[in-house]
RNA sequence: GCCACUGUAGCUCAGUUGGCAGAGCAGCUGAUUCGUAAUCAGCAGGUCGGGGGUUCAAGUCCCUCCAGUGGCUCCA
């Protein structure tokens, strides 16, 4: 038999050969980093015998592949743990997952006495460093063997017939499964798992599954350099940094409607500032529409039937209105006010009006999932030709926003999904649209089949917090629905009424869930132009209070957002405070610098002090806010 | 909305088998007037998430509601 190698080098090895015995004299110094292996293309166990001549190479950790792998046998080994702690569990299905791999079983409700001594048998088997064995039965051998377990016998069922099935073995713990795994438990000292919790069942009515979720790593310092990397995040979350900075704050009776506080708020309206200025040289104008429409009007744009479980419902005099969830509505309404010309278009009308969503309580979550919102949202009324030009324009803004907030980016086109208004040919042509303009503008894309909206396909926007968490913002929608709904029409050069179609966008989303990614990604370290104290005065003693405050003027003169901290408390006190606090520029005006006209200026992040003159200094901070440069 | 868990001072947390509600930080007051990450002392701050129940007695046990957390479902 001939077996062909990664490097191209071939070896002639007898049948029944195991793979990890060949892969051995190979590479005999990367040995210890082979978990699995890939024969022609599929993984296999290590032990696995080669019986034909193809190509073989190992899989490590570093893999793709030898990743999942090594998750699966994760969730194999929490099989095992949960089953020796609760004999009656009954496993069920234990696949990897992007951030690592879950377990469902059809148990009573865990609990977190539970997780303990489950943690705890795993890490017995861990050091018994017991082998993952693969056994192949037949059918009916493998029937009796889950014969207790009904969702088993049910995956056994799905195996084509011709197929193994086949099972592995972890100590006297036997798992229905495809495999491969890794050769043995002492691979999985990395384990962790992550928490439980219960899923929706099967059928109706019965009881829900319980999930254990972990994530694997071959090694424990591994393991806490990932744990090391959650705990960063933890510390970045919006939800505790928000309040600590005096951003936003929920409180227990208005559940999934942020409040705004004064430090927030400043950020809010650099934001908006941010959009407007763009809407001004885009050719946008503003509108405001009113935040309720009675349910005919929802009725025509289709809400009524496709979006009426996430709206807020009020009844007045014997009349049902519906708080708008969406802007478009009253955008339609004042296209349709009057007879319009194709010289109007496009016809790019922005709004910034707060926006309700019912949306269901265990969704909520900080500022990133909200009830009451406000989004940068415009509505573009446009002729066929003037779409794709459009588009191009809207997506060269989303890379320069992206840039300019130092955010990565990516797009996903969400197509048609179950239930949508219009004709399906009229879906197919919008997303061959906003596919060609994707690819026009040379950018990447996922497709995400069935998530566009009820009424047009999207191109979404995700941006990534600088730990690699992913969250939908910006939405680029060519709807060719609504305008028809709405009976919109405008009259062409040709003196023929046309209806046109529009694009309802945002670039940044909304303001909450905007404002929420900055916060986790930044970590609380504004740039100098959002930052809602941009420079902090400290006068050394309350003699200097008067030098002090004549800065703090000065500065304000210049546009600057500046505070004073008095002498209170120590210098090196009120120093640590500013740090605390993540202010850019920390100021400290004594004696020195009163006697000659200077600053000693602590930027936010070193450990020294330099002495600026007074107007070099305002020049240069000023300088930052108005490039937008991320760093003070 | 579903399942589990959590809720004690502004924040982080302690509070034993049911038996007098605590600490640190923040805040306030006073002293200190200080040179780049914590000066000292004192004071104040609590419907123990809300309501109901068991008990001589409930932060602690039970029921219920609310909110939050994690997942699920959902996600224009």
Redesign the pocket.
Known sequence: MTISLPDGSHQEVAPETSAEEILATWAPDRRPKFLAALFNGQPIDLAHPVRASGALGPLTFDDRAGWEILQHSSAHLVAKALVETIPEALPTAGPPTDEGFYYDFDVR????GDLESVVRAMQRSIAAREPFRRRELTREAAEAMFARNRHKLGYIAEIPAGEAVSVYDTGPFTDLCRGPHVPSTRWLEGVHI???????GGAAGER?L??V?GVGFPTKPELEKYLKLRAEAAAR?H??LG??QELFL?A??A??FPFWLPNGMVIVRQLERYVTEHLRKAGYVEIRTPLLFARTVYETSGHWEH?RE?MFVSRVDDQEFGWK??NCPGAMLIFGSRSRSYRELPLRLAEFAP?H?L????????LL?VRE?V?DDAHVFVTEEQIEPELLTLLAWIREACTTFGLAWSYEL?TR?ATFLGEAADWDHAEEVLARALRASGSEFRTGAG????Y?P?IDIHLQDSLGRRW?TG?I?LDYQMPRRFHLEYQGADGQLHAPAVI?R?IL??WERFTGILIEHYGGRWPPWLAPVQVRVLP?????RTGAEALVSELQDGGLRVEIAG???????R??AA??DRVPY?A??????IADGTV?V?VR?T???RAFSRAEFLASVVDKVRRRDLNP
């Open positions: 409700p865990l609990t977190p992550l928490g439980f919790s219960a899923i929706e829900p319980q999930r979720r979350d939800r505790i309040p600590k929920f227990e009776p559940p999934g979006y996430n969830p969406m926006l969503r949306e269901a309580s265990g969704t909520l979550h900080g999932r919102l989004q969400s999904p998530e566009g909206a009820f047009a999207k939908q939405t929608q309802h945002t989303g909304t050394v003693t309350e003699r200097h002498s209170e408390e120590t210098l090196p006190k120093v640590r740090e605390l920390v400290v005006v004594g004696d020195r610098e000693s602590r992040g450990r020294e002090a």
